[in-house]
Each structure stands twice: as C-alpha cells, then as structure tokens.
C-alpha cells in the first residue's frame, strides 16, 4: 500500500482528546490519565481545493488543528521503544467538531460519532515524510481570516506520539495508512459560512479551506 | 470493489444503538427520536474460525447479535424511497461490547470507540446476496454454550433498513463496503473465557465463535 495516498486508501482515523493541558481547560474538562481515543470515519476526509461544510444541525462548528501521524507498519500492543518504526510521516490536520452536538452527546452520555464524523469534517494536508519532521517539537498554528486562533508546539503533548501509539495499540491493530490525530493546543472556536481557514506546520505547510454552509 | 470481500476491503463500519424497544427497555433506556448511530474500526472484524478475545480492562463483555448491511453503491442524502438500491447484501454479525467501559464512557460522558473498537469486537459472517433474504422480516438468534440468548425479528425494528441509510447517509456518505450494524434484539448478556457463541439468521446461516481470555 502507497501510504502516500492514506486519504484514499485508508481505513480508519484514530483521535485523541484532551492532550494539550491548556486546551483541555478552555473546555473545562481534567486532564485524562490515559489517552481519551475517539474514532472519525474516512469519509469525513477533505483536501485542498474543496470546502469544509457546516451541516444543517451544526449551530457551532470548532476548529482544531492537530498533528496526524500516518501509520506506515501493522502493529498490536507496539512498545513505546518501538512505535515510531510504524510511523511512515505526518499530515496536518483539522478535526472539525460539531461542539453543540457533542455538548449534547456528552451531557446524554451518547457517542460521539456524529459531532465528529460528518462528511468534511477532517480536512488534511498532503502526506508529509516521517524524515522531514522533527513530531517531538513542532509548531501548529491555524488562522481564520487571517487571524491567528491556535498556535502550539508540540512539545507541549500530555501523552507524546509513542506513548498515544504504544496505548491505542493495545486497543485497534494500526494498519498502513491509518492516521492518528494527536490533539490541538489551546484556542479552539467557531466558523461559519464564508470563512476561510488557513492552517500550517512550521514554516513549511500551509494549507486553506473556505467553510461553507449546508449544500 | 468485489464488496463480497467487505472485511478486508470496507472502510467504515456504521453501527445503529437501541434499535428494537425491547432491548432499550432492558438497559434502562429510552427509546430514541431518531437513530443512534456510532463507528466501529474495521481492525475489529473477526471471522469464523478465529476467536473473540476478552481484552485485559474488559470486565463484562456482552454479546449483542444484529442484522448487518453491506453498502453496494456510494451516496450520501439518500431518499428513503431509494435507499434499497445502495445495499449489494448482508452479512450477521456481533456487536461485542465491554459494557463495563460503555457505561463508564457514558456516566462521564466520552466516547464510546473504545468500548466498542476492540480488536475481535465485531464477528461477522460471510456476505449474503441481497436476493437471498427478506431483509423485513427475518429471525436473528443468538445461544452461549447451546443455551439460547437472544431471538428476535427485524420486523421489530424502530426504523427500518430504509429509514436509517437516510439518516446514517445524511451525515456520513456511504460507500461501497461499508457494513451498517442495525441494532440488537433483546437477550443481551455476558460471555466469559471457553464458552461458545453460536448465532443464526433463520434457519440458512450459522456462525460460531469460541471466546478467550487476553493474550
Ligand atoms: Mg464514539
Ligand atoms: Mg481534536
Ligand atoms: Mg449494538
């Protein structure tokens, strides 16, 4: 398999909740003792060139730029030791979040697949090689309108990307081409139709998506 | 894509919660407006053959028996009335669940991936033409070590197969290869180390499945 072409040949993304302590304070939540892992369907992946959608029960859709990590190598139960020899490289990602359907979720105790999962709700950035990237201190930053909202290193992880592989492992068999999405520092917020988010990976990566409302 | 292979081609498996009155009675619930919809990875298939594994954390693992559907053609805002031409067949299968860890999850109000995901949490059988079954009125069944669990008609289910491509397709496009879990009847319970699950759909397809400890 071409990891490459994850968006097209991948079959699951594994996000990871609350792993920056600030950004899990602006929502008043803990921070977790162990990773909080939650699954995005692969049909929720968009790339540059296409919009970000807001569906018709979406009232607040949040940005959240994260850091994904391509799996490149099969692994159960990887060791911390070993998990990055199964990361083939990296992408930039948005885990778009229905807040006022996963506020609804969480208060009923309900999934949260759907605020999650809607189509267009993982915008991606090309596949980036595992040599070209230092994981362990880069910087995140997104901009609506070209206002910066987020910016973060990612030195700053609660649970660093072996620990989140070594525990999401003992869970889901990760399988080339899966990617996880390792969490969003502080500064999370709202967009609506006719917006435009800018995101970008250090001096090296930026990506754009206009946000539009429902088709 | 030959969707007969589904289990090691399909991309998402779209699971359907409290979906026959009877079932959400017994666990304490209400019976939802509309769908309750949640993913399952597709890391969790197993097929005949190969066990179900009790994984460390898991306390009570509960089997719970339910129709699946095999998505034949891609769409997404499907019409009810067209909603029959997407399927290509079925399959059955289990919704193995850790209930100790879904009932956490929803007191505190996180995902329920985990609880569901699990390597081996979704056994399936193999595919089943859509010509081969009254997809409106067959009998499910579901015994432990020979001792009948669960039997119950999807003729007894809230919203049928069209109702709920309609819904899951208006948040998720769905493609071909997808598996869509219906919902269990009710007689879900626990299953422990060296028994035996045995599950049917009437009287033409017949799965078993031996259950361990970790490994
Ligand atoms: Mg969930
Ligand atoms: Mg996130
Ligand atoms: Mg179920």
Request: net charge neutral; glycine share 8%; proline share 8%.
């Amino acid at each position: 398999m071409d990891v490459r072409q994850f968006v097209r040949l991948g079959r699951k993304i594994v996000a990871v909740g609350r792993n920056y302590r600030a950004h899990a304070a602006e929502l008043g939540n803990t921070v977790p003792e162990q990773p909080m892992v939650f699954l995005k369907p692969t049909s929720s992946y968009v790339t540059q060139g296409r919009p970000i959608v807001i569906p018709p029960r979406v009232t607040e859709l949040h940005h959240e730029v994260e850091l994904g990590v391509v799996i490149g190598k099969e692994g159960r139960d990887i060791p911390k030791s070993s998990a990055l020899s199964h990361v083939a490289g990296y992408a930039l990602a948005l885990d778009m979040t229905a807040r006022n359907l996963q506020n609804e979720a969480k208060k009923k105790g309900h999934p949260w697949s759907v605020a999650k999962g809607y189509d267009t709700f993982c915008p991606v950035s090309d596949f980036i090689d595992r040599d070209q990237l230092d994981w362990s201190s880069c910087t995140l930053w997104l901009k609506v309108d070209g206002q910066e909202k987020q910016r973060g290193s990612t030195s700053n992880m609660i649970f660093p990307i072996p620990d989140l592989l070594a525990f999401i492992s003992s869970i889901f068999t990760l399988e080339p081409g899966d990617l996880i999405l390792t969490g969003t520092p502080e500064g999370v917020g709202p967009v609506v139709p006719g917006q435009t988010i800018t995101a970008g990976l250090d001096d090296f990566l930026e990506m754009t998506f206009p946000v539009v409302g429902p088709r």
